[in-house]
């Protein structure tokens, strides 16, 4: 056995042990043997759910079509001007102490695909004034493969923000990079939760690990012990979930995924989501059964560096108990 093999298993026995300490021995052997068996499949562990990311092909088709509108170099342009969106969710019986709490809420900022994009995030990041940073999912380019690059990627964002990060897993994302995300200073929240606190009154964050292509969400662990009237904030990739969710109680909902398309009709109207949920829940503010949701954009972009009719952003969440 050469040395290098050795440091490979030793390496592989301390990250089993590490993950087995921080989710549980079931949990871990569950999310790593699911990831092995489907990492890079075309179609989802539901049978249903296409994934076009997993196709060898799909850049090139899209790059061609795109070239053959003449719309290829305004849709590379497009991927790297990103906005500042600003949303105000108004909750009647928040704790006064939480009034005006801002949240800066990043996702699917696929980190390794593009140098220049993650630059742009960082720069769009530094002016802006937040209490909390909320990450939901997708921080490698593929769904498969090396996450070194990745890590790489996100070491250099956690530098730039500043005070605490919360965040949960997208399909894109291995249960790997668990250990080393939280050795940077990330929390991940993998079917938990934490309360925040400002003297004597709280929030309650929760957190599910990646519910759309893995299907390891927990929502009953995640909110069992938020207490009956708590203030509460689900944070998950997907949309996908905003039934479940809305029946067990949470009063806020934040995720990406669906990048609002990505490429998108004039108007903003996508061709595709890639995600089972209405379409008026593939982007931006919306409500359901009395729990408020956002469903963000996204800062990066996943197959191919483009956008059309669809800018990627970052997001202010303000806090309020209304007028």
Same mark, same amino acid.
């Given at each position: 056995m050469t040395a290098r093999v050795r440091v490979t298993e030793d390496q592989d026995e301390l990250l089993h042990y590490r993950l087995s300490l921080r989710l549980g021995p079931v949990h871990a052997r569950q999310r790593l043997g699911i990831e092995q068996e489907t990492e890079a499949r075309v179609f989802g562990r539901d049978k249903r759910s296409f994934h076009l990311e997993n196709l060898t092909n799909a850049p090139g088709l899209i790059r061609f079509c795109l070239q053959a509108v003449g719309l290829l170099r305004r849709a590379q342009a497009n991927s790297l001007k990103l906005t500042t969106e600003h949303n105000t969710f108004v909750l009647p019986d928040l704790p006064s102490a939480f009034e005006g709490f801002r949240i800066?809420?990043?996702?699917?900022? *696929?980190?390794?695909?593009?140098?220049?994009? !993650?630059?742009?995030? $960082?720069?769009?990041?530094?002016?802006? +004034?937040?209490?909390l940073c909320v990450l939901t999912g997708d921080y490698r380019q593929r769904t498969?493969?090396?996450?070194?690059?990745?890590?790489?990627?996100?070491?250099?964002l956690r530098k730039a923000i500043y005070g605490d990060a919360y965040a949960v897993l997208?399909?894109?994302?291995?249960v790997r990079m668990v250990p080393a995300l939280e050795d940077m200073g990330y929390r991940l929240l993998m079917n938990e939760m934490v309360p925040l606190e400002r003297g004597d009154s709280r929030l309650y964050l929760a957190?599910?690990?990646?519910?759309?292509?893995?299907?390891?969400?927990?929502?009953?662990?995640?909110g069992d012990d938020i207490p009956a009237g708590g203030i509460s904030l689900l944070l998950s990739h997907t949309p996908e979930i905003w039934r479940e969710a809305a029946h067990a109680g949470y009063d806020l909902f934040l995720c990406g *995924?669906?990048?609002?398309?990505?490429?998108? !009709?004039?108007?903003? $109207?996508?061709?595709?989501?890639?995600? +089972?949920?209405?379409?008026?829940?593939?982007?931006?503010?919306?409500?359901?059964?009395?729990?408020?949701?956002?469903?963000s954009p996204g800062a990066g972009t996943s197959v191919l560096n483009v956008r059309l009719n669809c800018p990627p952003e970052v997001t202010?969440?303000?806090?309020?108990?209304?007028?």
């Open positions: 800066l809420h990043l996702t699917d900022l *696929h980190v390794d695909m593009d140098e220049a994009n !993650l630059q742009a995030v $960082i720069r769009q990041i530094a002016p802006l +004034d937040y209490d498969w493969g090396p996450i070194d690059d990745a890590l790489d990627g996100m070491a250099r997208g399909n894109h994302d291995s957190g599910v690990d990646d519910a759309h292509y893995y299907k390891v969400h927990n929502l009953h662990r995640a *995924h669906t990048h609002g398309g990505q490429l998108c !009709l004039p108007g903003g $109207i996508p061709l595709t989501l890639d995600s +089972d949920c209405p379409r008026r829940l593939g982007r931006g503010l919306w409500q359901v059964n009395g729990m408020q949701g956002y469903t202010i969440h303000t806090l309020t108990r209304g007028p």
